[in-house]
């Protein structure tokens, strides 16, 4: 079992950036893929980018792609999401998520993401 703990969320206007950091408890952090997710107001939490777990396969929902980035770093156990280009329809509470995977395919929408951090809450104003 490993901990998550998001940080980096907050308002910010349109076309604007932000940076997302995961900070995951744990030894084993390099074995599991990553990944960040979304639930704005009165809609289903969705897929929003994930990550192997040696970072050379990562994967986006149609929505970010060209505008987020998806990295880690196994030496920080920390996972980021850099969003670049907002747009209002980005806000939402974002999470981030752990799922034990040594495979190169790990971090894709169908990974067995089993450990959750808390959400941190994005902003984007018009």
């Known amino acids: 079992q490993v901990q998550l703990v998001e940080s980096g969320g907050g308002l910010v206007q349109a076309g604007g950036s932000l940076r997302l950091s995961c900070a995951v408890s744990?030894?084993?952090?390099?074995?599991?893929?990553m990944g960040w997710f979304r639930q704005a107001p009165g809609k289903e939490r969705e897929f929003v980018a994930g990550?192997?777990?040696?970072?050379?396969?990562?994967y986006y929902a149609d929505s970010v792609k060209g505008r987020f980035t998806i990295s880690r770093d196994n030496a920080k156990n920390t996972v980021y999401l850099q969003m670049n280009s907002l747009k209002p329809e980005d806000t939402a509470v974002y999470y981030c998520?752990?799922?034990?995977?040594?495979?190169?395919?790990?971090?894709?929408?169908?990974?067995?993401?089993?450990?959750w951090g808390q959400g941190t809450q994005v902003t984007v104003s018009s």
């Open positions: 990550i192997s777990w040696s970072g050379f396969n990562t």
């Open positions: 744990g030894r084993t952090f390099s074995s599991y893929a």
């Open positions: 998520a752990a799922g034990f995977s040594p495979l190169s395919t790990g971090g894709s929408p169908s990974t067995d993401f089993r450990s």
